[in-house]
Structures are given as C-alpha cells and as structure tokens.
C-alpha cells in the first residue's frame, strides 16, 4: 500500500491551493479516503473524508465552507481543494486509508500560508 501526496507549497493568506494523493497497492474504489494536517507543535487532526464512492462527505468545522474533498477512482486518487487559506491552516498535510483495521499514510506536504 503506498500513498503519495503532493501540492503542497507556500500560498498568500486568502489564496487556494489543491492537494493530491496517490495511491497503489490496493482496490481505491472499496475505501473511505481521509486527509489529516499536524501543524507544528499540535496534534494531527481530521480535516476531510470522502466515501468510497464520493457521495458522501465530511469536513472538520474549520475548514468548512472552504476546503473540498473530492476523489477519482478511475485514477486512485484522492483530492484536496482548499481555498480561502488562512495562517492557522499551515501544516503538513496527510491522507490516509483504512485497510483491515490498519491505517496507512501518506508522507505528507507541508502546506505554508503567509504574507
């Protein structure tokens, strides 16, 4: 099982950048995809999850209003649209899966809002 995202960068405060995550290793159409964010010094925390079939979806109330989850499972990939970025939202930003009881995640990419 691998997970790769990608997207990450340094924005303006007010700007929108979209994440991406990669997977392999396993059926991506089967599997709730969520994506985590620990900025430095705090724990991870919940920001986004889709349903396997993407009709369902679920935001962090921080972030409601302004991030999109979406997913591709033609593509075995799972998206993060977030816009009117903040400074509190800089993180690094993980998905992740949940396979037989285990999770998998991804590296990371670190996410950067400032002037």
């Known amino acids: 099982v691998q997970l790769v995202e990608s997207g990450g960068g340094l924005v303006q405060p007010g700007g929108s950048l979209r994440l991406s995550c990669a997977t392999s290793g396993f059926t991506f159409s089967l599997y709730v995809m969520n994506w985590y964010r620990q900025a430095p010094g705090k724990e991870r925390e919940f920001v986004a999850g889709i349903s396997s079939a993407g009709g369902t979806r679920y935001y962090a109330d921080s972030v409601k209003g302004r991030f999109t989850v979406s997913r591709d499972n033609a593509k075995n990939t799972v998206f993060l649209q977030m816009n009117s970025l903040k400074a509190e939202d800089t993180a690094v930003y993980y998905c992740?899966?949940?396979?037989?009881?285990?999770?998998?995640w991804g590296q990371g990419t670190q996410v950067t809002v400032s002037s």
């Open positions: 992740k899966s949940r396979l037989m009881s285990q999770d998998y």
